[in-house]
């Protein structure tokens, strides 16, 4: 059973960077992809960024050019760094990773971005 802790959030200006890191329990073995997900109030859950073990990434356009996704497979350890942050990309922000067919997601972190 693979658990992921995340850490890194807070609360950041507009315009500013924060980043945030996720680690899986026990190694992943395999094909698999880890990503980041957010839900605003009021919101449904959208995909933020994922990327395979193999590095291929993918980002919503809402983020492209703005944040990065980046894995260290020694660590099972997924990265999200934001730069130029926006009041809407205020949500709380979940670590995702499915291997296997299996879905299983961290405890999520609150970012709040203020203008």
């Known amino acids: 059973q693979v658990q992921l802790v995340e850490s890194g959030g807070g609360l950041v200006q507009a315009g500013g960077s924060l980043g945030l890191s996720c680690a899986a329990s026990?190694?992943?073995?395999?094909?698999?992809?880890m990503g980041w997900y957010r839900q605003a109030p009021g919101k449904q859950r959208e995909l933020v960024a994922t990327?395979?073990?193999?590095?291929?990434?993918n980002y919503a356009d809402s983020v492209k050019g703005r944040f990065t996704i980046s894995r260290d497979n020694a660590k099972n350890t997924v990265y999200l760094q934001m730069v130029s942050l926006k009041p809407e990309d205020t949500a709380v922000y979940y670590c995702?990773?499915?291997?296997?067919?299996?879905?299983?997601w961290g405890q999520g972190t609150q970012i709040t971005v203020s203008s």
């Open positions: 990327i395979t073990n193999g590095g291929s990434s």
């Open positions: 026990r190694s992943i073995f395999g094909f698999n992809v």
């Open positions: 995702n990773l499915v291997v296997l067919g299996r879905t299983t």
